[in-house]
């Protein structure tokens, strides 16, 4: 429900007699829920009082004032006169806020985009409009204080504060059946309630609740009734591709403690010893998942996913597969600022970065390369069966605050990970891209995307910068700009691999 219902009365008995106003001011007592603008005003306006016991109301003259609601109720009673009933707004009823990412986006009274004659206005892009309900594509909306509809993907729900949402940064299970709530505080507005056992991204912890989104709504649920999705490191996977063999003048150096070397090439063979981080063994050949290497004059087998592998010889890119993740696609566009959607650029700098890094010798494969849309758990899948060794995400940032510009780059910090390694690859991209495109420095920054927490490799995931920020997007949309953006992280992946 999201109205009160208001009996009017309308009256054409008496038409020719009198008219009063009623106003929306907050006089104590006062029919105050009704503006002026209010589609019921002419009905009001035209209520025709003919009733003696009415002392606000005299007949014959036009009322300009208050009317009690409870006179109406009298008046409803004891006239037998045809009744409508109109709805009047109720705030409290508000589920969200959401802003327009896109220049003249119609308001219309019903939920048809086939006519223009059902558009009550327009609003411009970062313009506000309080959500009253999602009706399918479709989200029901108030403006000049009535309901209209405007296009669901034309508007970005904000947070209770009314900025743009940001990026995920872990995962939560509900522990019991819980609220989401419009603000974080139980006695706010409940949205919708969501059942024991169901996973939900959080973007922001505020005073013990949890920012989250539930059916394309953000709301607040209370933090203590949620416990953290562990990020689990796959076990060896289950390679769908034709393991490359490598062999050639290698090292190896160890990326996490207690790695095993291994008698033969598979996870369950005798442990021969181990390595501790930081150590380098020497490579001498990598079939899919395994490296066979020299350690200590005895050959053995370790997992390459817990090696950097360097090239001694050569062009440090050579060989190394390397995983671009181009953000978003197909049906999700990722930030949209008019006709420009953050999809298409991470497009193309992944596809110029590909050609790059393919031309340096390296065997780089793209989780999208048109506008399709793998889901996030398809891309990390993508990545262990194509025996990635890094993995770098490209997107494009978006905020509520034109202001905010630059670039930053995120890394996933699991436990027991190669942290250090993620570190360096971020840090190299993103003050390579800071540098040579001369952007603000947001630097690198700790952050559980799904795709970078759920590799077990190097990961990164690069936010180039703001299309909501006016000079930000003009080196978005300009193509000598993307190639020095492409250009960088190029330079920062070989930076990364030229580090011994
Ligand atoms: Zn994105």
């Given at each position: 429900m999201y109205f009160k219902k208001v009996s009017l009365i309308v009256c054409i008995l008496f038409i020719s007699a009198s008219i009063f106003t009623i106003h929306n001011a907050s006089a104590s007592g006062g029919f105050e829920d009704i503006s002026l603008k209010h589609e019921a005003n002419e009905e009001i306006n035209n209520l025709v009082v003919n009733k003696?016991?009415?002392?606000?109301?005299?007949?014959?003259?036009?009322?300009?004032?208050?009317?009690?609601?409870?006179?109406?109720?009298?008046?409803?009673s004891e006239k037998?006169?045809?009744?409508?009933?109109?709805?009047?707004?109720?705030?409290?009823?508000?589920?969200?806020?959401?802003?327009?990412?896109?220049?003249?986006?119609?308001?219309?009274?019903?939920?048809?985009?086939?006519?223009?004659?059902?558009?009550?206005g327009t609003i411009n892009k970062g313009g506000k409009l309080s959500v009253y309900a999602v009706e399918g594509d479709w989200l029901k909306v108030s403006y000049n204080d009535a309901l209209a509809y405007v296009y669901k993907t034309y508007a970005q729900f904000l947070d209770a504060d009314g900025n743009a949402l940001g990026n995920i940064e872990k995962q939560?299970?509900?522990?019991?059946?819980?609220?989401?709530?419009?603000?974080?505080?139980?006695?706010?507005?409940?949205i919708s309630t969501v059942n024991s056992k169901v996973k939900l991204p959080v973007y922001n912890t505020v005073n013990g609740y949890y920012l989250t989104v539930i059916n394309g709504v953000p709301g607040y649920i209370v933090a203590d009734s949620t416990e953290d999705v562990k990020v689990e490191k796959p076990s060896t996977p289950n390679p769908t591709q034709t393991p490359p063999t490598v062999s050639g003048?290698?090292?190896?150096?160890?990326?996490?403690?207690?790695?095993?070397?291994?008698?033969?090439?598979?996870?369950?063979s005798t442990v021969l010893c181990k390595l501790k981080k930081g150590e380098y063994v020497q490579v001498n050949s990598i079939n899919?998942?395994?490296?066979?290497v020299t350690y200590n004059d005895q050959k053995g087998y370790v997992h390459k996913s817990y090696l950097k592998i360097l090239?001694?010889?050569?062009?440090?890119?050579?060989?190394?597969?390397?995983?671009?993740?181009?953000?978003?696609?197909?049906?999700?566009?990722?930030?949209?600022?008019?006709?420009?959607?953050?999809?298409?650029?991470?497009?193309?700098v992944s596809t110029l970065v590909t050609q790059k890094l393919e031309?340096?010798?390296?065997?780089?494969?793209?989780?999208?390369?048109?506008?399709?849309?793998?889901?996030?758990?398809?891309?990390?899948?993508?990545?262990?069966?194509n025996y990635g060794e890094i993995f770098v995400s490209i997107h494009v940032n978006y905020a509520a605050n034109t202001s905010a510009q630059g670039t930053e780059t995120f890394y996933a910090k699991t436990p027991g990970d190669m942290h250090q390694e993620d570190i360096d690859l971020a840090t190299f991209v993103n003050n390579q891209i800071v540098k040579n495109v001369n952007m603000n420095n947001r630097k690198v920054r700790k952050g559980n995307f799904i795709v970078i927490a759920n590799t077990n490799i190097p990961a990164i995931l690069v936010e180039l910068g703001f299309l909501s920020n006016s000079e930000d997007r003009a080196k978005l949309t300009d193509d000598q700009y993307i190639e020095q953006f492409a250009e960088s992280i190029y330079k920062g992946i070989l930076e990364y691999y030229s580090k011994q």
């Open positions: 003696s016991g009415f002392p606000d109301v005299a007949v014959g003259r036009k009322f300009s004032g208050y009317v009690e609601q409870q006179q109406f109720s009298i008046f409803k037998e006169l045809p009744v409508q009933d109109v709805a009047v707004l109720d705030t409290s009823q508000v589920i969200g806020l959401v802003s327009s990412t896109t220049d003249g986006l119609n308001i219309r009274k019903s939920k048809d985009s086939s006519s223009k004659a059902n558009i009550v939560v299970t509900t522990t019991q059946s819980i609220n989401s709530y419009v603000k974080p505080t139980s006695s706010s507005k409940v003048d290698l090292l190896g150096r160890v990326t996490v403690d207690n790695l095993n070397i291994r008698k033969e090439a598979n996870s369950t899919g998942y395994w490296a066979q090239n001694q010889s050569g062009n440090p890119l050579k060989d190394r597969i390397i995983i671009i993740d181009p953000g978003h696609g197909g049906k999700d566009p990722g930030t949209v600022v008019g006709t420009i959607a953050e999809k298409n650029i991470a497009l193309k031309a340096a010798g390296a065997k780089v494969l793209m989780t999208r390369t048109g506008d399709t849309y793998p889901t996030r758990e398809g891309r990390v899948d993508f990545t262990h069966a």
